[in-house]
């Protein structure tokens, strides 16, 4: 009897798991045919480097922080793609080069515009979705790529010309309605 109430239990379990990921591998179908979506990231993962390392080894990080892998999470974040515009804000944390000896002081990824040269491929064989474009701000250049999951998290690795690679790991939702104006 005990047997058969385990067996039980873990199939409604497995069906449970299979539709949900059935669910949400539906709704991430919807998001990248329409073109619009934003990702909010948890986690962001800078190269590691001495620099990084350092600030690690000081605590200066939020609880679960090391020096390639920090925690974003109550931190204000976002990239929203609608249609080929673009536009995001993410904490940058890494070793940024001086160029064209222009430096703003950003300690940001801030970026609106639109997309160039922008792919939007499925890998049926997987499931999940790749997006590749080129944005850029004043004099910094960034070439964006992003793996969408059917879990709906996200993969995303940003270069930039004055800036080391950095990744962000987040989740993929619809974009947040805009306030009415008063």
Same mark, same amino acid.
């Given at each position: 009897m005990m047997k058969k109430t385990f067996l039980y239990v873990a199939a409604a379990f497995f069906i449970g798991f299979t539709l949900n990921a059935q669910k949400d591998s539906a709704a991430l179908d919807r998001l990248v045919e329409a073109g619009e979506l934003r990702i909010e990231s948890n986690w962001a993962r800078p190269q590691a480097t001495t620099a990084t390392n350092a600030i690690a080894g000081s605590n200066l990080q939020a609880p679960g922080s090391s020096g390639n892998r920090i925690n974003l999470i109550g931190n204000f974040n976002y990239f929203e793609m609608k249609g080929d515009s673009v536009m995001a804000y993410l904490p940058y944390y890494g070793e940024r080069q001086f160029g064209n000896g222009h430096y703003s002081g950003d300690t940001a990824i801030e970026f609106k515009g639109l997309a160039r040269d922008q792919t939007v491929e499925k890998n049926e064989k997987k499931g999940y979705y790749k997006i590749s474009f080129k944005t850029d701000r004043d004099t910094e250049t960034f070439q964006v790529n992003i793996?969408?999951? @059917? *879990?709906?998290?996200?993969?995303?690795?940003?270069?930039?010309?004055?800036?080391?690679?950095?990744?962000?790991?987040?989740?993929?939702?619809?974009?947040?309605?805009?306030? @009415? *104006?008063?």
């Open positions: 793996k969408l999951f @059917p *879990s709906l998290k996200s993969m995303m690795t940003i270069n930039s010309n004055q800036r080391f690679v950095i990744n962000y790991e987040g989740k993929v939702m619809a974009p947040k309605e805009e306030e @009415p *104006s008063q």
